[in-house]
């Protein structure tokens, strides 16, 4: 791997991880609100020290592990710049395994946004979709029997994989959907910082794992991973302190977020069933889409801009 490849995965990295994190970043400028000046310091120091190198750095490590364990603890660390052939063997045959899984959990996730979540409608097509959640189970269903039909043709451990990829989002799903309830708790004044914090961590863990899963479309290597999603984690608590209100005026900034999602997730499953794809693709993809939506919100921000100047005119 040369040096513009690994700059363009670390960009890629980079603005994924912030994007899909606008979520958590919003959760925590709220409740960050609440808190005494000390508690906000301690947060947002030793925070970013465990979001970096606790979640976003020991969860790929896990991951990697958990799908070739015979590799152990220290060679899942280092196995992507080994030359050793029977690490490099190991590691060619475990990959499909841990992308299936991945790419599926992605792809539920953006189903289930696509079809029950509010949202701002960054496409026509998206308002087709409102009102028709029931239409979200039948489809992953659907897309979950496809996945495990193929893979078990290939290798019965993918199947079990994309299963696993499946368990995976329903139970990280409703830890977020309670981290969003929780959030008045949070508000109250008489929790103390310390609660806080510790909640807070537990919601950036839970909402870290699409980044990190969105990660191995980019790159199998741990060490950038780390670096990567490390920068945009960092990049994510400055947002939460400076400019979170700036953020939130960017109306389609999540369906960006999520329409990578989507792409990353397909491109880890035909990864997984042999489909060669470019190592530059992803972080295209990632670039594209986001820019995209980021150009849509920035033209539809200057149209409010210019009613707004008008009224006021108006008025005078």
């Known amino acids: 791997m040369d040096i513009f490849s690994i700059l363009i995965i670390l960009v890629g990295l980079c603005l994924f991880e912030i994007i899909s994190s606008v979520d958590n970043a919003v959760i925590n400028a709220d409740v960050?609100?609440?808190?005494?000046?000390?508690g906000r310091k301690w947060f947002l120091l030793w925070g970013i020290l465990f979001a970096v190198f606790v979640v976003r750095g020991l969860l790929p490590w896990i991951i990697v592990f958990?799908?070739?364990p015979a590799l152990g603890i220290i060679g899942s660390f280092t196995a992507t710049f080994s030359s050793d052939p029977r690490v490099i063997s190991s590691m060619e045959a475990s990959t499909p395994i841990l992308l299936v899984g991945g790419g599926t959990f992605l792809i539920f996730?953006?189903?289930y946004w696509l079809f029950t979540e509010p949202k701002n409608y960054g496409l026509r097509v998206e308002k087709f979709f409102?009102?028709?959640g029931i239409w979200f189970y039948s489809i992953v269903s659907a897309v979950l029997a496809l996945?495990?039909?193929?893979?078990l043709h290939k290798n019965p451990l993918m199947a079990f994989s994309a299963v696993i990829g499946s368990t995976a989002f329903f139970i990280t799903n409703g830890l977020k959907e309670n981290a969003k309830?929780?959030?008045?708790?949070?508000?109250?004044?008489?929790m103390s910082d310390i609660s806080k914090i510790i909640y807070l961590e537990v919601i950036d863990a839970t909402f870290s794992i699409d980044g990190v899963l969105g990660a191995f479309a980019f790159t199998l290597s741990i060490p950038l991973i780390l670096l990567g999603n490390g920068l945009g984690a960092f990049v994510v608590r400055e947002l939460t302190v400076r400019n979170i209100d700036k953020v939130k005026k960017y109306p389609y900034l999540k369906n960006g977020a999520m329409y990578s999602i989507f792409f990353l997730g397909l491109i880890m499953i035909l990864d997984s069933f042999g489909v060669e794809i470019p190592i530059y693709v992803s972080p295209l993809v990632t670039f594209g889409v986001i820019g995209f939506f980021f150009?849509?919100?920035h033209i539809d921000l200057k149209k409010m801009e210019e009613?707004?100047?008008k009224d006021k005119h108006m008025e005078e």
Request: net charge positive; glycine share 0%; hydrophobic share 40%.
């Open 295 to 297: 150009w849509r919100s």
């Open 32 to 38: 960050l609100h609440t808190m005494k000046p000390k």
């Open 147 to 151: 996945i495990v039909w193929y893979s």
């Open 181 to 190: 309830k929780a959030e008045e708790n949070l508000m109250k004044e008489h």
């Open 66 to 68: 958990a799908t070739n």
């Open 109 to 111: 996730i953006f189903f």
């Open 307 to 309: 009613i707004v100047k």
């Open 130 to 132: 409102d009102n028709k």
